[in-house]
């Protein structure tokens, strides 16, 4: 996800690759004017983008199966906004969330992209996903209204982020930071060994999925930027260094009026405790382990979503609290 509505936070939401005869199979063309830097592309490496309008975007989410049944009763709460709401609730609801890009918006998303694509191809990143990756506009009122989230190779991007642009409420290079944060889950998904090489940075390693207790199972909040919890990290609880992976907790139920992001908390789960959630309050290195680029941690994924986007966007120009980690990412974005 990348993350809450705008204005709060970003947040950026990610779902997953399909299965075999998912999306892939009813992946839209390329749909844009192929302008400046998309008649440059040089090699088959480069990374590409498209636009899909409501019925593709409502087709791919009535085929999402993968992300929908996962799902527990408290996330299905959250995203209805009610107690005891269905998952058949949600797929309806969230299929009504989708909207059609107009003109206006394509051409500059467009003209950002190629900016973005430009980036990624001069710092040596190799696509390999044979698809492009899809934008879809949408309200994302399906999804806690975070400003973004993607699943498989679409990046659903919320109708608020360009109507803030043009109230200046943000600005280009902000526009730019979620793109490349969205982007960044899209890749991660689609090439693990990019995947592995970023999350490196914070010393992460992928590793075996975690086996969760039913007490996690019970209050852990879907993301759908986050398909696996199956990447480690050494944190210290009670002065014993551990390996654990980072997750969200919703730590009430559905409440009348309240944000679910005040509720939805980062935590900690470790290996050898399957079915406790530590809070980041009580890992004494938390902060040390992640960095301070971003205190958008919910999970590894989004920690590094938004330190990709942060070196991608602004190079090593800015004041960063932990310049080591986009230093990282710069040099081995290039295998
Ligand atoms: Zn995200």
């Keep these: ?81 009610k107690t005891d ?28 992209l190629e900016v973005l694509q430009k980036r990624l191809f001069d710092l040596g990143y190799e ?9 879809v506009k949408c309200t994302n009122k399906d999804e806690l209204d975070s400003a973004a989230y993607t699943h498989a190779n679409y990046v659903f991007l ?33 090439d693990p060994d990019f995947r592995a090489r970023m999350y490196k940075a914070i010393g992460f390693e992928i590793d075996e999925e975690i086996p969760f207790g039913e007490d996690v199972k019970k209050v852990i909040a879907s993301n759908p930027d986050v398909t696996k919890y199956d990447c480690s990290a050494y944190f210290t609880i009670n002065g014993k260094k551990k390996k654990g992976t980072i997750v969200s907790y919703f730590a009430a139920p559905w409440t009348k009026d309240a944000n679910p992001f005040d509720y939805m908390l980062p935590g900690v789960v470790f ?43 602004y190079g090593m120009d800015v004041d960063y609290k932990d310049p080591e980690i986009p230093k990282y990412i710069l040099e081995h974005i290039k295998e």
Aim: charged residues 25%.
């Design 271 to 313: 290996y050898d405790e399957p079915n406790k959630i530590y809070t980041v309050d009580e890992i004494s290195d938390f902060w040390d382990v992640v960095g301070r680029n971003t205190d958008y941690v919910i999970a590894a994924e989004e920690c590094m979503a938004d330190n990709f986007a942060f070196a991608v966007t």
């Design 85 to 112: 709401a269905t998952l058949a609730q949600l797929r309806k609801y969230a299929k009504e969330q989708v909207l059609d890009f107009t003109d206006e918006e394509k051409t500059f998303y467009q003209s950002r």
């Design 158 to 190: 919320g109708r608020d982020i360009y109507r803030y642009y043009k109230q200046e409420i943000i600005d280009e290079a902000y526009v730019d930071e979620v793109l490349a944060h969205e982007v960044f889950h899209v890749l991660t998904r689609n």
């Design 1 to 81: 996800m990348s993350a809450e509505p705008i204005i709060a936070a970003l947040v950026v939401f990610q779902l997953f690759l399909g299965t075999a005869a998912g999306p892939a199979a009813k992946l839209p063309e390329m749909a844009v004017a192929r302008t400046a830097v998309q008649s440059e592309i040089k090699t088959d490496k480069q990374i590409r983008f498209g636009f899909a309008d409501r019925a593709e975007a409502a087709a791919f989410i009535e085929q999402n199966d993968a992300y929908y049944n996962s799902m527990n009763q408290i996330n299905i709460d959250w995203r209805m906004g």
């Design 127 to 135: 696509y390999e996903l044979d698809v492009p990756v899809v934008f």
